[in-house]
T-cell receptor, first 113, second 116 residues
Framework: ETGVTQTPRHLVMGMTNKKSLKCEQH?????MYWYKQSAKKPLELMFV???????ENNSVPSRFSPECPNSSHLFLHLHTLQPEDSALYLC????????????FGSGTRLTVV | AQSVTQLGSHVSVSEGALVLLRCNYS??????LFWYVQYPNQGLQLLLK??????LVKGINGFEAEFKKSETSFHLTKPSAHMSDAAEYFC??????????????FGAGTRLAVHP
């Protein structure tokens, strides 16, 4: 596989469930990102990992918990979500300063019921 | 801090007409500039980028953009719209590497509709 792969593509979960989103990049990049994209709202940067270290957390609620075990994998663990958390969650990766741009996965469409 | 403004959240053109999507940026130093396209329920795909050199850059699907430092703009154009161009387009900026890390800053997006 090439590029950035996100699984699952679609996820429906209840507010009491625990689930995880997975992202894998096959590009040899050293930085990975989670974005949230809600309807009619700008892209929101949630977390940044640089060389596996979390370098940014944009005031994201603790019900979202990221994990970056190595520079190729990124997870977003979800628990006790709210309906307003329903959105498209996008993973991206970049090399160094991102001067060549970010490469995005296809996203996970999350619906919280 | 840098920022990006995309003028017009919705643009509608006829098939075959010129596409012009506007992007202006604010930055303390000339940034790197990008245009991304997003089709429904898909991730963002890089259309083109400007880092240094020639200010007119060509991208995929017949799109091009011109960096105008004096106007702090990076507008996206395509001479002749195709129905398949209907999508959302995002302009983004990042500062050249200054040590540490930078982050890509996105505009709010412009939804392009193409009608027959």
């Amino acid at each position: 596989e090439t590029g950035v792969t996100q699984t699952p593509r679609h996820l429906v979960m209840g507010m009491t469930n625990k689930k995880s989103l997975k992202c894998e990049q096959h590009l040899g990049h050293n930085a990975m990102y989670w974005y949230k994209q809600s309807a009619k709202k700008p892209l929101e940067l949630m977390f940044v990992y640089n060389f596996k270290e979390q370098t940014e957390n944009n005031s994201v609620p603790s019900r979202f918990s990221p994990e970056c075990p190595n520079s190729s994998h990124l997870f977003l663990h979800l628990h006790t979500l709210q309906p307003e958390d329903s959105a498209l969650y996008l993973c991206a990766s970049s090399q160094d300063d991102g001067g060549n741009g970010y490469t995005f996965g296809s996203g996970t469409r999350l619906t919280v019921v | 801090a840098q920022s990006v403004t995309q003028l017009g959240s919705h643009v509608s053109v006829s098939e075959g007409a010129l596409v012009l999507l506007r992007c202006n940026y604010s930055s303390s130093v000339p940034p790197y500039l990008f245009w991304y396209v997003q089709y429904p329920n898909q991730g963002l795909q890089l259309l083109l980028k400007y880092t240094t050199g020639a200010t007119l850059v060509k991208g995929i699907n017949g799109f091009e953009a011109e960096f105008k430092k004096s106007e702090t703009s990076f507008h996206l154009t395509k001479p002749s719209a195709h129905m398949s161009d209907a999508a959302e387009y995002f302009c983004a900026v990042i500062l050249p590497f200054l040590g540490g890390y930078n982050k890509l800053i996105f505009g709010a997006g412009t939804r392009l509709a193409v009608h027959p």
